[in-house]
């Protein structure tokens, strides 16, 4: 931030690893119940684009961690 240099983004690898361990934390933290519905607005931190917005629509109606998992795996996959 003193230079204002601007770092490179983040690879989508990184990102996705990055993004499942904070959710699997979540979860272990709250229990199911609670960590996804935290989740909901983790992922909109990391997914805050205009065109990541029906992601972050169909991540946030999700009820199970199992769900949300399998919706940023597909994400990631799509991706590459």
């Not at 997914?47 to 917005?53: G, S, V």
Request: glycine share 4%; with cysteine; net charge negative.
């Amino acid at each position: 931030m003193e230079t204002g240099e601007k770092l490179a983004p983040i690879k989508e690898d990184e990102q996705r690893t990055v993004m499942l361990e904070h959710l699997n934390k979540l979860y272990n933290l709250y229990g199911e119940y609670k960590g996804v519905r935290f989740a909901r607005k983790h992922v909109g931190w990391y997914l805050n684009l205009e065109e990541q917005r029906q992601f972050r629509a169909d991540f946030n109606r999700l009820e199970t961690a199992a769900q949300q998992h399998s919706l940023v795996e597909c994400y990631f996959d799509e991706l590459v």
